[in-house]
Nanobody, 114 residues
Framework: VQLVESGGGLVEPGGSLRLSCAAS????????MNWYRQAPGKQRELVAV???????NYADSVKGRFTISRDNAKSTVYLQMNSLKPEDTAVYYC?????????WGQGTQVTVSS
């Protein structure tokens, strides 16, 4: 399985970005998908989760601002980020955990700054 993120960039506070994570392989629809982020000098943190049935969960810091979704036909998971804040600046990673294996994308940089 390979995971490839895209959609990061520089945005002003209050702006929006949409991240995408495309997965190779045929197992995408079976498992939950996760978005993590890691800011400089900080530990990687879980941002959002979407199960194979579409149930979602979010970190308190992004609730009401971020939305995770998936398109199983395209083997892609998305993270819509609205009302971005400087503290959202980080490298964002998508993650897939299967029975016995874990996969990470290469990460995409999101910078929120005026």
């Amino acid at each position: 399985v390979q995971l490839v993120e895209s959609g990061g960039g520089l945005v002003e506070p209050g702006g929006s970005l949409r991240l995408s994570c495309a997965a190779s392989g045929s197992i995408f629809s079976i498992y939950s998908m996760n978005w993590y982020r890691q800011a400089p000098g900080k530990q990687r943190e879980l941002v959002a989760v979407i199960t194979n049935s579409g149930s979602t969960n979010y970190a308190d810091s992004v609730k009401g601002r971020f939305t995770i979704s998936r398109d199983n036909a395209k083997s892609t998971v998305y993270l819509q980020m609205n009302s971005l804040k400087p503290e959202d600046t980080a490298v964002y990673y998508c993650n897939l955990v299967t029975i016995g294996s874990e996969y990470w994308g290469q990460g995409t940089q999101v910078t929120v700054s005026s």
